[in-house]
Every structure is written in structure tokens, then in C-alpha cells.
């Protein structure tokens, strides 16, 4: 079965600086789904960001950038010039392709804290 | 468009009692997912629907939840005979598709079982 790892229960960055959030996951498939979801204190959860596991490239947008190692079943969250409103909980997450489950595997988040 | 909506936004019962959640998926999503969220936990799968397709159920705890989902629209999560342990806050999303990659989400339900 598959697993979601983030080790950071809590992380901490200055206004305007970077932050890198950790995430592991461990599968024997080769094709699946990674995700960053943004759940703020009104519970809604927002899609961050999204990687193919067949794309090499990482995917970036705008602010939000990860590194994806495939190898070493790592994908994390880089943050950038972070803002006040980044703060929030958030959820790695990982789907099978399409041969797999549908389901969704989440991870126990990590809470970023933004110092003004 | 409106997004997905869930009702009630807070839900306090006694223990033994029965509760229904319900969410109304953004309209034409045909893949609709509920998740349980204990505090400090991350979200667990319990269960997801796909159009007329027999729905996945493989992530509901116990039978004493159980999830319908009406016209292929609104999803109705029933816990019977409510334990404590099941306070949590219960979220629903939906998807255009089942294959669709992006989760559109609720803003959850908390339920309270005193």
C-alpha cells in the first residue's frame, strides 16, 4: 500500500523569505499523481500545485515551485518570497495512475507559520 | 460557478444518536469523495462515487457509515448510533472526472459527538 510522510509537523518562515516544506511517499508504481494542497484556517482546501511522475521536469507555479527526486520518493514544496496569507496547513498527497485506485493518500501536513 | 457545498457547517450530537452530512458537488462533476479529518491528522479516504458506476467503499471505518449519492448530484454521509471517536471534520470534494486530477473541495463539516 501506498504511504504520504511529512516529518515537519510545524515550520516557521519570515515574510519575503523561502521555505521548503518535506514530503516522502513510498509505492511500486511507476506512474502516479503528487500534490500540495493548501487547507487555510477556513478549511477549504486549495490544489497548490501538481506532478506527473512520468515528467522529469518540476513543476513550478508562480511562488510555489517543488523537487521532485523519483529516485529517492521525495517531493517537496518550495515556497517563495513568502506572503502573511501562505499561512496554513499543508497536505502532500499522492493518486495512482491511470491503472490504479482513484483514491487520494494524504499525508498529516504541516502547519506554516508566517512572521510578519 | 458556485463551488461545492456542505451542510451543516457544525454538527453537535449525543452519542447513539444518528447524523446525516451533505454535500452538493460543483454541478456536472460526475466523481465525488468523502474524507475524515481527526484533529492533527491528515485526511482519510472513506469513500468516492463515479457517475452510475458502483461507488468505492473501501474506506468507510465501520457499517455504521454508510453514503448515498442521489441523481449522480448530492451526497448524503449517514453515522448511526454516533461514537466519540468519530468527531472529526468530515470534507467532501469532487472532481469533473474520476480521471480528472484536481479535487475540488468543501468546507467541511465538524461534527461534535458529546
Known amino acids: 500500500a501506498q504511504t504520504v510522510t511529512q516529518s515537519q509537523p510545524e515550520m516557521s518562515v519570515q515574510e519575503a523569505e523561502t521555505v521548503t516544506l518535506s514530503c516522502t511517499y513510498d509505492?511500486?508504481?511507476?506512474?502516479?499523481?503528487l500534490f500540495w494542497y493548501k487547507q487555510p484556517p477556513s478549511r477549504q482546501m486549495i490544489l497548490v500545485i501538481r506532478?506527473?511522475?512520468?515528467?522529469?521536469q518540476n513543476a513550478t507555479e508562480n511562488r510555489f515551485s517543488v523537487n521532485f527526486q523519483k529516485a529517492a520518493k521525495s517531493f517537496s514544496l518550495k515556497i517563495s518570497d513568502s506572503q502573511l496569507g501562505d499561512a496554513a496547513m499543508y497536505f502532500c498527497?499522492?493518486?495512482?495512475?491511470?491503472?490504479?485506485?482513484?483514491?487520494?493518500?494524504f499525508g498529516t501536513g504541516t502547519r506554516l507559520k508566517v512572521l510578519a | 460557478g458556485a463551488g461545492v457545498s456542505q451542510s451543516p457547517s457544525n454538527k453537535v450530537t449525543e452519542k447513539g444518536k444518528d447524523v446525516e452530512l451533505r454535500c452538493d458537488p460543483i454541478?456536472?462533476?460526475?466523481?465525488l469523495y468523502w474524507y475524515r479529518q481527526s484533529l492533527g491528522q491528515g485526511l482519510e479516504f472513506l469513500i468516492y462515487?463515479?457517475?452510475?458506476?458502483?461507488?468505492?467503499k473501501s474506506g468507510l471505518p465501520s457499517d455504521r457509515f454508510s453514503a448515498e449519492r442521489t441523481g449522480g448530484s448530492v451526497s448524503t454521509l449517514t453515522i448511526q448510533r454516533t461514537q466519540q471517536e468519530d468527531s472529526a471534520v468530515y470534507l467532501c470534494?469532487?472532481?469533473?472526472?474520476?480521471?480528472?486530477?484536481?479535487?475540488?473541495f468543501g468546507p467541511g463539516t465538524r461534527l461534535t459527538v458529546t
Open positions: 506532478q506527473e511522475a512520468y515528467k522529469q
Open positions: 498527497a499522492y493518486r495512482s495512475g491511470p491503472s490504479g485506485t482513484y483514491k487520494y493518500i
Open positions: 470534494a469532487s472532481n469533473q472526472r474520476l480521471a480528472a486530477h484536481e479535487q475540488y
Open positions: 462515487f463515479q457517475g452510475n458506476s458502483a461507488p468505492d
Open positions: 454541478s456536472g462533476h460526475t466523481a
Open positions: 509505492t511500486s508504481e511507476s506512474d502516479y499523481y
